[in-house]
């Protein structure tokens, strides 16, 4: 199924939407060019045959001490009873300023909005076009990303010992 996938994406969406098929693993998964993110989404939502309705879960990893880290989306068709993921790769450096960014699927799948504002909050991915993106878990004034592999948790908050 899913190398038919990647073969429709590839014709119906850009010949470059789709970077790779990983196949190790419980689920196989496309690696999705960020570019054409978007697109691909539109594309497994509204054709005939695949109909990914639901978005169940948007996962950040991080790698480091790589530079990189990956955006996992879980797509699920309830009407064929079929699951996808989906993967985007984003290369970053870490700097304070300079967040890995992303094109929202919120548009596409209302679900995102929860989980994209989550993936920002804890892990500092920005969502491109995102309607309300802002802390959700996190006080509004928390410095960093906690479930980052570098995050360095502060001694005190407010006045009040974290560690």
């Keep these: 199924m899913i190398e038919n996938i990647q073969i ?3 014709k119906h969406v850009n010949p470059q939407a789709v970077l790779s ?11 999705i ?24 879960d948007i996962a950040a990893v991080d790698y480091f001490p790589e530079h990189y880290f990956e955006i996992v989306y879980h797509l699920t068709s309830l009407p064929y009873q079929k699951q996808l993921v989906l993967k985007v790769k984003l290369e970053n450096q870490r700097q304070v300023d300079d967040l890995p ?4 699927v919120s ?10 504002r989550e993936a920002f909050d804890l ?10 993106l802002r802390r959700i878990l996190m006080p509004d004034d928390w410095e960093g990303y ?18």
């Design 8 to 10: 429709d994406l590839n």
């Design 123 to 132: 892990m500092g991915i920005h969502f491109e076009g995102h309607p309300d």
């Design 101 to 104: 960014s992303l094109t929202s």
């Design 21 to 31: 098929l990983q196949e190790s693993g419980l689920q196989p998964a496309l690696y």
């Design 33 to 56: 060019n960020p570019s054409y993110l978007k697109e691909v989404c539109l594309f497994l939502r509204d054709t005939e045959g695949y109909y990914f309705d639901f978005l169940a």
């Design 107 to 116: 548009e596409i799948w209302r679900t995102a909005d929860w989980h994209e």
């Design 146 to 163: 906690p479930l980052r592999k570098d995050y360095q948790d502060p001694e005190i908050y407010h006045g009040i010992t974290v560690k």
